[in-house]
């Protein structure tokens, strides 16, 4: 029997499983990923990859590869029956260093995942290998696995992440509910290798006798979704007349090449139960959205960043195990949100009369001869950002709203002049970083505090008006932002202190006092515990 060894075993290599894989290859951490198809996907699946996927991209190291096959920065126009737009969403801030709305292929993002892995000898990827069992002890996991020959391979990991989608083999381990509903309605999702189509735009058609989507993608590329009515029958209507006839009436793409036809059901499910003592789901087997709101695979790569990070300081020995209970507290709240934000967003896409969309409609008419409601609608205002309440995050001051928040990413210029995004300063681990133009100054106070854990170089990010202080200590690395993104968040005139996590999320801030920042930090840290959790043997 083949027997591999690591500190963590992730199971599913899609999108979240792969990502896992590589932040946790780049943090040292010895992984075993296990897949039991041969490759990676070969057809479309997920098609919509928002900012902060993108930025999670952007913290494996993969972000050049990635966005060479990413349709970036494109919206949604939404039109009645008789063609007529009522609503435009096409957000431009870039809040978190991306555009909000982005098109992309699966298929060519796993090839890059999987790609990324080979940077990490601590990686060890077994594809063509499937779970028969999971056997959880007190100081770790077993996998029972069979190769593609037949032949029983065994993975002892000191945790495991169950991201092996719908049907977990996970889920059911840790004895999780999948609460929530199933749709009835059946989607026939048409992908084509190329497009007449000249809008780049999302086009939803919201139209009672039949709701259709057609999404951009990169490299030319275009898919259909169309609703079907009860009493179209699968085989017919994923026929080539079929599609033909439905291409034909909906644009310019009839003759196009069809690359993939497929009749789905959506479900909204989330799991009331993510991990036991060492197994953990993250994905598709955590949670499913229907896709009206583009956000089924992003809250999997949420996951990924997360509960990755937290596996890393544990098995490294810099924060203790009870890091890892927060991951429940702070990720299922905000999948939640989305599940709901896409539920009412198919709502508006699916009509259920011609009343309902009249109503609908009408309504955002009405809505945009207010500016403000405008823009509400127009930049995505309405998307839940996570905010995290309770979990590895501390108390702001009463002036701030920042701690259990995503730091926004500015550029930033260096002391040499180097012009580049915030978080290519960042590393694997967390980061002590203060914002105003006092900045070295409360960081020269702040290092000399023990907060419990080593916090890395301390960053000083100067606003854009302001030069850096010549005579601050050196070993203070110093930027200054250009865009004002970090400025808009903080308060005016004011210094803040920050803790940020390796997943870009503010654990604890300040304008007070260095000492009792420290303090706030230190006792984070010490209330997940102390030792090292030690690799199964």
């Not at 495991?160 to 989608?165: R, W």
Request: with cysteine.
């Amino acid at each position: 029997m083949a027997d591999y060894q690591c500190d963590v075993a992730v199971l599913g290599a899609g999108p979240t499983g792969l990502t896992i894989a590589n932040l946790l290859g780049q943090a040292g951490v010895r992984v075993v990923l296990v897949e039991r198809n041969a490759s990676t996907v070969g057809e479309p699946r997920a098609v919509s990859i928002d900012d902060e996927s993108l930025r999670t991209m952007q913290a494996t190291g993969l972000i050049g590869e990635v966005l060479k096959d990413v349709a970036q920065d494109y919206g949604s126009y939404y039109y009645s029956a008789r063609g007529k737009r009522f609503l435009a969403v096409a957000p431009s801030s870039r809040d978190y260093g991306f555009p909000k709305r982005n098109a992309f292929s699966q298929p060519l993002l796993e090839a890059t995942l999987r790609w990324g892995l080979e940077r990490y000898p601590n990686v060890e990827t077994l594809f063509g290998h499937s779970c028969e069992a999971i056997e959880e002890r007190a100081d770790g996991v077993v996998l029972d696995v069979k190769d593609a020959a037949g032949r029983d391979v065994a993975v002892h990991a000191a945790y495991l992440v169950g991201s092996d989608g719908a049907r977990s083999m996970a889920r059911r381990h840790v004895g999780a509910a999948f609460d929530g509903s199933t749709y009835k309605q059946r989607w026939l999702i048409v992908d084509l290798a190329s497009t007449r189509e000249r809008l780049r735009q999302t086009r939803i058609m919201c139209d009672p006798a039949r709701p259709f989507i057609t999404l951009p993608g990169p490299r030319g590329i275009r898919r259909y979704e169309f609703l079907l009515h009860d009493h179209e029958h699968d085989g017919s209507m994923t026929s080539d007349e079929a599609i033909h006839r439905l291409l034909s009436a909906h644009g310019p793409d009839a003759d196009q090449p069809v690359v993939r036809r497929q009749i789905y059901t959506f479900h909204a499910r989330i799991a009331d139960r993510w991990n036991s003592e060492r197994v953990y789901l993250a994905g598709d087997a955590a949670h499913l959205s229907p896709p009206f709101a583009g956000q089924g695979m992003n809250s999997g790569v949420r996951d990924a960043h997360n509960i990755a990070w937290k596996l890393a300081s544990v098995v490294k020995g810099e924060i203790g195990p009870g890091l890892l209970q927060s991951y429940q507290a702070e990720r299922r709240p905000h999948a939640a949100a989305l599940i709901q934000l896409a539920v009412r967003s198919g709502g508006v896409m699916v009509p259920s009369s011609q009343l309902h969309a009249w109503l609908v409609q009408s309504a955002f008419r009405i809505c945009s001869l207010i500016p403000s409601v405008q823009a509400y609608f127009a930049q995505m205002k309405y998307k839940p950002k996570p905010h995290y309440a309770k979990g590895f995050v501390g108390t702001d001051d009463e002036e701030l709203d920042i701690a259990g928040r995503m730091v926004p990413q500015p550029m930033v210029e260096t002391a040499n002049g180097q012009r580049l995004p915030l978080d290519d300063l960042f590393g694997v681990g967390l980061r002590l970083v203060a914002f105003g133009s006092d900045a070295q100054r409360v960081l020269e106070e702040a290092r000399g505090q023990w907060m419990g854990i080593d916090i890395g170089q301390p960053l000083a990010i100067l606003p854009s008006i302001t030069l850096p202080d010549r005579e601050a200590a050196a070993e203070i690395e110093v930027v200054r932002e250009l865009d004002g993104l970090m400025g808009a968040v903080m308060p005016a005139s004011r210094t803040v202190l920050m803790l940020i996590r390796p997943d870009r999320y503010v654990a604890a801030a300040t304008t007070v006092s260095p000492a009792v920042f420290a303090a706030q930090v230190k006792a984070l840290v010490e209330g997940c515990g102390e030792g090292r959790v030690q690799p199964a043997a």
